[in-house]
């Protein structure tokens, strides 16, 4: 029976779960699942199987049963590669530290996606926040003037002076997202984790520089998701 198992598993083909994504930190995966809205990780036995899982190897009996318990990963008819989210370039600088001073247009848009931000995150969820934003950066071809990406920043630097950045970066992040699609700015959005202590990071980045925060705030994490 055992021998019959695993022999189901080698021939079985396997891919994330949609809204799941990981990262390695060290030797463990750290995961965030959009449609739960939570961070987790491994028992070093999972963190084992999803090793083997990358390899493409299933061969040690209770791998799948492990990763499908865990609601990590879904059997599918043709394989598919099972790999952490990628790493970013190291930011070198910021737009964030060379904003300008925002027009009446910049400020009300920033005022208007916060809002939305806020409504959208908290209302209809993190998995379908991120679903609506992909699709407006996927639509947006970099037609942008650096003037409007400074101006935005500042934007959202002054509606800071009234409520504080601080534990609102998710919000912010994708806020600040939507209204640079509105100008064809191009740039990613990244979730980042780190651990000991374990803490998440939401940020905008342009190539080697960061548009949401100060140079060095974002370094301290890894990406485990990526716009």
């Known amino acids: ?14 891919k994330l779960r949609s809204g799941v994504s990981y990262v390695w930190v060290g030797p463990a995966p750290v995961f965030l699942d959009l449609y739960h809205n939570r961070y987790f990780k491994l028992s070093p036995s999972g963190a084992a199987a999803l090793r083997r899982l990358e390899r493409g190897q299933m061969a040690i009996p209770g791998d799948a ?13 043709y394989p598919s590669i099972v790999a952490p989210t990628g790493n970013m370039p190291a930011i070198t600088g910021s ?9 009446l247009g ?3 848009v920033a005022v208007i996606d916060q809002l939305w931000a806020l409504a959208i995150i908290r209302w209809v969820g993190l998995a379908a926040a991120v679903a609506k934003l992909e699709r407006r950066i996927q639509r947006t071809h970099g037609h942008e003037r650096h003037d409007d990406i400074g101006r935005l920043v500042g934007s959202y630097r002054l509606i800071d002076l009234l409520l504080s950045a601080e534990n609102r970066c998710l919000v912010r992040s994708f806020a600040l997202a939507r209204s640079l699609t509105r100008y ?6 990244v979730i980042g984790v780190r651990t000991g202590p374990f803490g998440a990071h939401c940020w905008i980045q342009k190539g080697e520089r960061s548009v949401s925060d100060h140079r060095d705030k974002a370094r301290e994490y890894v990406p485990v998701l990526i716009l």
């Not at 055992?2 to 022999?7: F, G, I, S």
Request: proline share 2%.
């Open 106 to 108: 910049h400020v009300m």
């Open 65 to 77: 049963e492990i990763l499908l318990g865990s609601g990590l990963i879904s059997a599918t008819e």
């Open 95 to 103: 737009y964030f530290d060379q904003a300008r001073r925002p027009s």
């Open 184 to 189: 064809s700015v191009v740039f990613n959005l």
């Open 1 to 14: 029976m055992l021998a019959r198992h695993t022999a189901r598993e080698l021939l079985m083909a396997y």
